[in-house]
């Protein structure tokens, strides 16, 4: 019923940039939040930053300044720029939304099957 799609990512290096996106199709009645998590192995994942629905947005310590969210509500996409990228910074990228599919439904989280981020020299 609903799908999450990211692209965007790949190979860059050191102070390079990436721009991620994130789609979300299928039968949506309203999002209440998007959000980008990432995994790296051996890892816990990591929320890097949210954009709730008419809220502020959400950073991780590790990536304010150098990263930005935002979102595209007529296309029920969210997107992640990645600028100044540090090797630390490599992980699978997983796009993560909350949303109701029903009016008479509870709110769900959905996930994106991830995309790769490899930051290197």
């Known amino acids: 019923q609903v799908q999450l799609v990211e692209s965007g990512g790949g190979l860059v290096q050191p102070g390079g940039s990436l721009r991620l996106s994130c789609a979300a199709s299928g039968t949506i009645f309203r999002i209440d939040a998007m959000g980008w998590y990432r995994q790296a192995p051996g890892k816990q994942r990591e929320l890097v930053a949210s954009i709730p629905r008419g809220g502020s947005t959400n950073y991780a310590d590790s990536v304010k300044g150098r990263f930005t969210i935002s979102r595209d509500n007529a296309k029920n996409t969210v997107y992640l720029q990645m600028n100044s990228l540090k090797p630390e910074d490599t992980a699978v990228y997983l796009c993560?939304?909350?949303?109701?599919?029903?009016?008479?439904?509870?709110?769900?989280?959905?996930w994106g099957q991830g995309t790769q981020v490899t930051v290197s020299s």
């Open positions: 993560q939304s909350r949303l109701t599919t029903r009016p008479w439904l509870s709110p769900a989280d959905y």
